[in-house]
């Protein structure tokens, strides 16, 4: 038997910021909010432990220091690239320079609190 991820918490500054951003990026609701101020979304219908994983986003007033080892890629489900850009970007999310040449299929983003994701070209089929 195997492992699947279940849900992926982020700490952050803002979790009502973050979690209102990444509902819209990803189509997910709020599921639970903790008296800590934790906020966990997810897909709308599956609750936790669903076939996708939820997000927790957790409050920290630790800074950030330097970049973070890991981010999220993401693609379209339903329209193509360049008008999913078009739709991050109105949410909030903004352009990142990592170093890439501009050769790149994908497209390096940050969201509000500058934690950055990548939208790949390929559209997924919607789960």
């Not at 997810?42 to 800074?63: N, Y």
């Not at 497209?107 to 509000?112: K, Q, R, S, Y």
């Amino acid at each position: 038997m195997a492992c699947r991820i279940s849900e992926l918490v982020i700490e952050c500054a803002d979790p009502e910021r973050l979690a209102a951003f990444w509902s819209e990026v990803l189509g997910y609701v709020e599921l639970v909010r903790e008296d800590d101020g934790s906020i966990e979304i997810g897909p709308p219908d599956a609750g936790t432990g669903g076939a996708r994983p939820t997000l927790v986003l957790s409050p920290s007033s630790e800074p950030r220091t330097g970049a973070r080892r890991m981010h999220f890629d993401v693609n379209a489900t339903d329209r193509d690239q360049d008008a999913e850009l078009e739709r991050l970007l109105a949410l909030g999310a903004r352009p990142a320079d990592v170093g890439q040449t501009g050769e790149e299929s994908w497209h390096v983003l940050e969201d509000p609190e500058g934690n950055a994701f990548c939208l790949l070209r390929a559209r997924l089929q919607a789960l």
